[in-house]
């Protein structure tokens, strides 16, 4: 129990295009998830909290107009990375809070590298 | 400002060696301390949630303990598919959506 997916694993994109990323839990509801980002031998650094039927709330320093964030329903979020740059690379990771236990439980990961 | 701080930043064991990793933390309200395994390019993988001073978990090798103002990993008699990232966090409660402030890890290599 308590899985978490992630979508894509991996993606390549050109600088100035726009990535989705989904975050979907298989087999629980979350009305809170997040979104990490994560570089190279650094720990895991929190970029919004995104929130079932209303807007994501952004942590200091992160661009919500670069970051789109939506949870349209109790099992997945998204994370769109608009015009990315080679700087936006890094490894995006979410997590899901279970609404019973209230336990986080983190996707896979997608590492996105944008040349 | 609430702060996670973990130590060792690397640990290097013999397989059989038994060690602690220490996770440091100071935050108003203590509402949780999470312990996580990271292997390279995954994500987190949940190992232990602790809430009180005094309060023990264990799984398998592992064993995590909570004081006050820390919390230790024990890892018992580790074998080489422990190694592994792990993670210490903890809740902070602000906005009401209890966020986890993440330590930097102790990156652990266990060699047989």
């Known amino acids: 129990g308590a899985v978490v997916s992630q979508h894509p694993s991996w993606v390549i994109c050109k600088s100035g295009t726009s990535v989705k990323i989904e975050c979907r839990s298989l087999?629980?509801?979350?009305?809170?998830m997040f979104w990490y980002r994560q570089f190279p031998k650094q720990s895991l650094m929190l970029m919004a909290t995104?929130?079932?039927?209303?807007?994501?709330?952004?942590e200091q320093g992160v661009e919500k107009d670069k970051f789109l964030i939506n949870h349209a329903s109790l099992t997945l979020s998204t994370l769109t990375v608009t015009s990315a740059h080679p700087e936006d690379s890094s490894f995006y990771i979410c997590?899901?809070?279970?609404?019973?236990?209230?336990?986080?439980?983190f996707g896979p990961g997608t590492r996105l590298t944008v040349t | 400002e609430d702060q996670v701080t973990q130590s060792p930043e690397a640990l290097r064991l013999q397989e059989g060696e038994s060690s602690s990793l220490n996770c440091s933390y100071t935050v108003s309200g203590l509402r949780g301390l999470f312990w996580y395994r990271q292997d390279p390019g995954k994500g987190p993988e949940f190992l232990f949630t602790l809430y009180s001073a005094g309060e023990e978990k264990e799984k398998e090798r592992l064993k995590a303990t909570l004081t006050k103002k820390e919390s230790f990993l024990h890892i018992t008699a580790p074998k080489p598919e422990d190694s592994a990232t792990y993670l210490c966090?903890?809740?902070?409660?602000?906005?009401?959506?209890?966020?986890?402030?993440f330590g930097a890890g102790t990156r652990l290599a266990v060699h047989p």
């Open positions: 995104s929130n079932e039927g209303s807007k994501a709330t952004y």
């Open positions: 966090a903890v809740h902070e409660p602000s906005g009401g959506y209890n966020k986890l402030i």
């Open positions: 997590s899901a809070r279970d609404i019973v236990s209230y336990e986080q439980y």
């Open positions: 087999d629980f509801q979350a009305t809170t």
